[in-house]
């Protein structure tokens, strides 16, 4: 059974920093990708950066320069370090792995999801 952990999120003020990380147990695929997803109150789930196997990464346009997905493949953990946060990357932030297109950032393609962190960005 696949289980993915999500941890590192809080309440930070603009400009801040913070680092996530998710850790996935039960997971065998060493051919996928694995990614962070976030969603804003009352908006749709989104992708926002991605990182294949082979370390090629991927991220949306909106957060580039800011955001930097890291993983450790020994250990199936990916991290997201996230600078310079804004009022806008307020949201929940999941991750996700397992979808048949490399490096895609399309929320419905991935297979397993963890249960998120909740990430807030006020002064």
């Known amino acids: 059974q696949v289980r993915m952990v999500e941890s590192g999120g809080g309440s930070v003020q603009p400009g801040g920093s913070l680092r996530l990380s998710c850790a996935a147990s039960?997971?065998?695929?060493?051919?996928?990708?694995m990614g962070w997803f976030r969603q804003a109150p009352g908006k749709g789930r989104e992708g926002v950066a991605v990182?294949?196997?082979?370390?090629?990464?991927s991220y949306a346009d909106s957060v580039k320069g800011r955001f930097t997905i890291s993983q450790d493949t020994v250990s199936n953990t990916i991290y997201l370090q996230i600078d310079r946060l804004q009022p806008e990357d307020t949201g929940m932030y999941y991750c996700?792995?397992?979808?048949?297109?490399?490096?895609?950032?399309?929320?419905?393609?991935?297979?397993?999801w963890g249960q998120g962190t909740q990430v807030t960005v006020s002064s």
């Open positions: 996700a792995a397992e979808a048949p297109v490399a490096g895609t950032l399309v929320t419905d393609l991935y297979k397993y």
């Open positions: 039960g997971y065998t695929d060493s051919s996928s990708c």
């Open positions: 990182v294949a196997r082979d370390g090629r990464t």
